[in-house]
């Protein structure tokens, strides 16, 4: 049974930082890009970055491009995400996920974790 469980979510003010991880298990995570997503609540899910399998490329949305930093480690089949200088707006559940592709589309992702809060206060 293949499992994504985050961590790390919490509330923070805007300017701080925060450190997600994800830790899977069920799979033979350095075969598997992994990304991370973002749902606001009435909001669609907003891809913020993806990593590929040896980690030598990253990709990031436009919206943390310059804040935000993915990487991973194959030996603890974890994924992180470090969140500097955090907005208000950045504030949303983040899901990792799990792909065999390197892209940003999430119906190419084909496993999913259940996502920890994030909110920023102003």
């Known amino acids: 049974q293949v499992q994504l469980v985050e961590s790390g979510g919490g509330l923070v003010q805007a300017g701080g930082s925060l450190r997600l991880s994800c830790v899977t298990s069920?799979?033979?995570?350095?075969?598997?890009?992994m990304g991370w997503f973002r749902q606001a609540p009435g909001e669609e899910r907003e891809f913020v970055a993806a990593?590929?399998?040896?980690?030598?490329?990253?990709l990031y949305g436009d919206s943390v491009k310059g804040r935000f930093t993915i990487s991973r480690d194959n030996a603890k089949n974890t994924v992180y995400l470090q969140m500097n200088s955090l907005k208000p707006e950045d504030t949303a559940v983040y899901c990792c996920?799990?792909?065999?592709?390197?892209?940003?589309?999430?119906?190419?992702?084909?496993?999913w974790g259940q996502g920890t809060q994030v909110t920023v206060s102003s």
């Open positions: 996920a799990a792909s065999t592709y390197y892209n940003i589309r999430p119906d190419d992702y084909n496993y």
């Open positions: 069920g799979l033979t995570f350095s075969n598997y890009v």
């Open positions: 990593i590929t399998q040896s980690g030598g490329r990253t």
